[in-house]
């Protein structure tokens, strides 16, 4: 069991030399990495919020926002199916009132032919063994369709996993790095974002539900009746986004943000800040032949039910690239706009109900105390393994040194967050890391006192025999880190990933590197006993 083949000895060596390199960025000041050839690989453990500072806010959904919109949709579904039937299905004006969906089919003889449309249009609820709309038929010819509990539960958790990727698209955008987003209950999501000292962007990019559509202006409308809010049939009165007035526009949209392929901030002929888009190949074609077909009439842009501007077309627009001007922009809020189209629409409102700024200072003085504790656990740690050990705990010593860096390496290594609880797992990791070597040495101690064995074979029945336990013991752990980091969130999850990378390390370097060590000064000096 001592012995050592030439190729496992390098392996052991260069495994630590490997996270050796990968643990220095993270150990020299950012001024100085700086300094170093582009060429050259960064890996560097980030801070997390608590350690980093930072901006934390809890976001929460109106889930009636969810239901209302199932219903909006549905009953656009409705309309259209029945139209494309063969031969066509005529129904009357549908009802939203009460939850639900209620038309009447003119003609009773059209009921069976209205429900088949109807089947294909409802799903099962996840694993309930319900659907997600009940179907029934009132009075014979009257269709109500109401969304089941369970069919409005999905929707709310597909709206809010949904919601929660498009946070996480909109944050990543800034360039921020390892932003923590998570869902907390059934409504809320927890965002994260160390290093972001204004909460305010934050809030002012996720707020942003950015629906964008584009609509055709009611010329039609009386402007007096506009001014009061009301709209001939099949329009609209939306207020402009800089608060100068109202509008009519046509209820039907032209173009909507799902067929946007890309928006950036860019600037107009006069230098002021605006947003192009670039729409996708059905997009392209579409917002050609509208304007194609409506030269010289006005044309509103919205988001989020506000009306940014509304340009006359001048001419027919054929290159899938649009413009949005005269929004009154700054190149923040341009930019915002842009990310926010960029990433998508969000399924579901969300509100801001708790917010937080953490200094950077507090999360220096952390580290600051973290280190000082490390540093502390260790030096005691290693006088009083030499002191009990003699030569083996010189061995201990070199592995606790090892492991230290091999934990900073692998976290580099893997991107991982650093955290205060990560802090303490680093902390707890290194005290328990020579627990390997005092099950071994004392094992060592147990064979050559009262087994009177000599030294080699006392050395590798306590290498063998401690080995097992050590192995199932840590296995333990590293299901539990597994646990933590699978179910748990934020800093438990920093706790959990130093944790399982302390593990692996302390037994890689309290089994095999102190048996590497052990085996050299053996075969070098081939002691009949040793004083341990």
């Given at each position: 069991?001592?012995?050592?083949?030439?190729?496992?000895?390098?392996?052991?060596?260069?495994?630590?030399?490997?996270?050796?390199?990968?643990?220095?960025?993270?150990?020299?000041?950012?001024?100085?990495?700086?300094?170093?050839?582009?060429?050259?690989?960064?890996?560097?453990?980030?801070?997390?919020?608590?350690?980093?500072?930072?901006?934390?806010?809890?976001?929460?959904?109106?889930?009636?926002?969810?239901?209302?919109?199932?219903?909006?949709?549905?009953?656009?579904?409705?309309?259209?199916?029945?139209?494309?039937?063969?031969?066509?299905?005529?129904?009357?004006?549908?009802?939203?009132?009460?939850?639900?969906?209620?038309?009447?089919?003119?003609?009773?003889?059209?009921?069976?032919?209205?429900?088949?449309?109807?089947?294909?249009?409802?799903?099962?609820?996840?694993?309930?063994?319900?659907?997600?709309?009940?179907?029934?038929?009132?009075?014979?010819?009257?269709?109500?369709?109401?969304?089941?509990?369970?069919?409005?539960?999905?929707?709310?958790?597909?709206?809010?996993?949904?919601?929660?990727?498009?946070?996480?698209?909109?944050?990543?955008?800034?360039?921020?790095?390892?932003?923590?987003?998570?869902?907390?209950?059934?409504?809320?999501?927890?965002?994260?974002?160390?290093?972001?000292?204004?909460?305010?962007?934050?809030?002012?990019?996720?707020?942003?539900?950015?629906?964008?559509?584009?609509?055709?202006?009611?010329?039609?409308?009386?402007?007096?009746?506009?001014?009061?809010?009301?709209?001939?049939?099949?329009?609209?009165?939306?207020?402009?986004?800089?608060?100068?007035?109202?509008?009519?526009?046509?209820?039907?949209?032209?173009?909507?943000?799902?067929?946007?392929?890309?928006?950036?901030?860019?600037?107009?002929?006069?230098?002021?800040?605006?947003?192009?888009?670039?729409?996708?190949?059905?997009?392209?074609?579409?917002?050609?032949?509208?304007?194609?077909?409506?030269?010289?009439?006005?044309?509103?842009?919205?988001?989020?039910?506000?009306?940014?501007?509304?340009?006359?077309?001048?001419?027919?627009?054929?290159?899938?690239?649009?413009?949005?001007?005269?929004?009154?922009?700054?190149?923040?809020?341009?930019?915002?706009?842009?990310?926010?189209?960029?990433?998508?629409?969000?399924?579901?409102?969300?509100?801001?109900?708790?917010?937080?700024?953490?200094?950077?200072?507090?999360?220096?003085?952390?580290?600051?105390?973290?280190?000082?504790?490390?540093?502390?656990?260790s030096v005691a740690l290693i006088i009083f393994m030499i002191a009990t050990y003699l030569r083996?705990?010189?061995?201990?010593?070199?592995?606790?040194?090892?492991?230290?860096?091999?934990?900073?390496?692998?976290?580099?290594?893997?991107?991982?967050?650093?955290?205060?609880?990560?802090?303490?797992?680093?902390?707890?990791?290194?005290?328990?890391?020579?627990?390997?070597?005092?099950?071994?040495?004392?094992?060592?101690?147990?064979?050559?006192?009262?087994?009177?064995?000599?030294?080699?074979?006392?050395?590798?029945?306590?290498?063998?025999?401690?080995?097992?336990?050590?192995?199932?013991?840590?296995?333990?752990?590293?299901?539990?880190?597994?646990?933590?980091?699978?179910?748990?969130?934020?800093?438990?999850?920093?706790?959990?990933?130093?944790?399982?990378?302390?593990?692996?390390?302390?037994?890689?370097?309290?089994?095999?590197?102190?048996?590497?060590?052990?085996?050299?000064?053996?075969?070098?000096?081939?002691?009949?006993?040793?004083?341990?």
């Open positions: 069991m001592l012995d050592f083949p030439k190729w496992k000895v390098w392996l052991v060596w260069a495994t630590i030399a490997f996270c050796t390199l990968l643990a220095v960025p993270s150990l020299v000041p950012e001024s100085a990495r700086a300094k170093w050839p582009g060429w050259i690989p960064q890996p560097v453990i980030n801070l997390g919020l608590d350690l980093a500072g930072g901006s934390y806010i809890l976001l929460e959904a109106d889930t009636k926002d969810v239901a209302n919109a199932r219903i909006e949709g549905m009953r656009e579904q409705i309309q259209t199916e029945m139209r494309r039937a063969t031969p066509r299905i005529a129904i009357g004006d549908i009802s939203t009132r009460d939850g639900q969906l209620s038309f009447v089919v003119r003609d009773s003889s059209q009921v069976d032919a209205a429900r088949e449309r109807l089947l294909p249009m409802t799903t099962g609820a996840g694993m309930t063994g319900q659907r997600d709309w009940d179907i029934s038929v009132v009075d014979t010819n009257r269709f109500v369709m109401k969304p089941t509990t369970a069919g409005i539960t999905q929707a709310i958790d597909t709206a809010m996993n949904d919601a929660r990727e498009i946070v996480g698209k909109r944050i990543n955008a800034l360039g921020t790095r390892e932003p923590n987003i998570v869902r907390e209950g059934s409504n809320r999501i927890v965002v994260e974002v160390p290093g972001l000292k204004d909460p305010e962007q934050l809030k002012a990019l996720i707020g942003k539900t950015a629906k964008l559509e584009f609509k055709l202006v009611d010329l039609a409308a009386n402007p007096q009746d506009v001014q009061r809010g009301q709209a001939p049939i099949g329009s609209q009165v939306l207020p402009y986004a800089n608060g100068g007035g109202a509008i009519a526009v046509k209820r039907s949209t032209v173009i909507s943000g799902d067929q946007i392929a890309d928006a950036k901030q860019t600037y107009d002929q006069n230098g002021q800040p605006d947003v192009t888009l670039t729409f996708n190949g059905e997009g392209g074609r579409r917002f050609a032949r509208v304007t194609q077909e409506n030269v010289g009439k006005p044309f509103a842009i919205i988001v989020d039910n506000q009306v940014i501007s509304a340009p006359n077309i001048n001419q027919a627009i054929l290159g899938g690239v649009a413009t949005i001007s005269g929004g009154g922009f700054t190149v923040e809020t341009a930019n915002e706009l842009a990310i926010a189209l960029r990433s998508g629409k969000l399924p579901v409102d969300l509100k801001v109900v708790q917010e937080s700024s953490i200094s950077a200072e507090l999360g220096q003085d952390s580290i600051d105390k973290g280190i000082l504790a490390g540093v502390v656990g083996f705990g010189i061995y201990t010593t070199a592995a606790l040194l090892v492991n230290a860096i091999m934990i900073l390496g692998l976290m580099a290594l893997f991107n991982a967050t650093l955290t205060l609880p990560g802090i303490a797992g680093f902390v707890l990791t290194i005290g328990a890391a020579v627990d390997a070597n005092v099950l071994i040495n004392e094992r060592i101690r147990e064979e050559q006192r009262i087994r009177s064995r000599a030294a080699l074979p006392a050395v590798e029945v306590g290498y063998k025999e401690a080995s097992r336990a050590i192995f199932d013991a840590n296995l333990t752990n590293v299901i539990s880190a597994v646990i933590m980091f699978v179910f748990g969130s934020g800093p438990v999850r920093g706790f959990a990933v130093v944790l399982a990378i302390g593990i692996v390390t302390s037994v890689f370097t309290g089994v095999t590197f102190t048996r590497l060590l052990v085996a050299g000064w053996l075969k070098r000096n081939r002691p009949k006993s040793i004083n341990i």
